[in-house]
């Protein structure tokens, strides 16, 4: 597939995506406790229950959640942009943080939640608002009973680098208040 195709590609899965879900919030935590990482995920994706509202600030979609593996996508902007004139490195690191942790919900059963205790991220050349759509993936490398970790990669539709991540998240039981 060209390039341009890709790039067009990945915008109509986003824009199908966005089509699909439901006005941004917090579900309530009864829901997140009793739900699995993958039921909850699904919830947000078919649009049963709100995508977060830093996804909505910062255009930041779920693309693909599976068992050990996620994809968000974005579109880095103007509204992205450090004073130095490059999209700030916070705009790479929310998509990482996400897709890491999502990947690493993906993974755990009802009652069991999870928060980010540390992101590592190499930022290894820089966005602009020229770079068009990009993704990132996320794959787990360990979940235990305390703690998971995972790695991650942000490309573009031509399949180059901006940004590889690790995480360790900490992995808890979500109480009932
Ligand atoms: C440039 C370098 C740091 C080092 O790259 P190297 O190890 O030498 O590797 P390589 O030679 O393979 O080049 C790789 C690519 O880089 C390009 N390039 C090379 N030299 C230059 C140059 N002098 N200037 C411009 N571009 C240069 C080069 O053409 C190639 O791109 P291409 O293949 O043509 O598409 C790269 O890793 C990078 O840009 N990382 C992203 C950093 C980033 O965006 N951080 C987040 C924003 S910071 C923030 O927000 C904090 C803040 C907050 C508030 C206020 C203010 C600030």
């Avoid at 593996?69 to 004073?83: D, S």
């Amino acid at each position: 597939m060209e390039p341009q195709d890709k790039r067009q590609q990945w915008l109509d899965e986003a824009a199908a995506m966005r089509a699909g879900l439901a006005a941004p919030g917090v579900a309530d935590r009864a829901i997140l406790r009793s739900s699995s990482g993958m039921e909850f995920l699904q919830g947000i994706g078919s649009g049963a229950l709100p995508p977060a509202p830093i996804a909505d600030l910062m255009g930041i979609l779920p693309i693909s959640v599976e068992p050990g593996r996620t994809v968000f996508q974005g579109t880095p902007a103007l509204a992205h942009y450090n004073p130095s004139g490059v999209v700030h490195g916070g705009y790479a690191a929310t998509m990482l943080d996400t897709a890491l942790g999502c990947a690493i919900h993906t993974m755990l059963p009802a009652g069991k939640g999870y928060t980010t205790l540390e992101l590592k991220v190499n930022y290894l050349r820089a966005m602009t608002d020229k770079t068009g759509p990009v993704r990132a993936e996320a794959t787990v490398v360990s979940v235990g009973g305390q703690v998971g970790v995972a790695e991650a990669r942000i490309t573009d539709a031509n399949g180059k680098l901006y940004a590889f991540a690790t995480t360790t998240c900490l992995v808890f039981d979500i109480s009932a208040a």
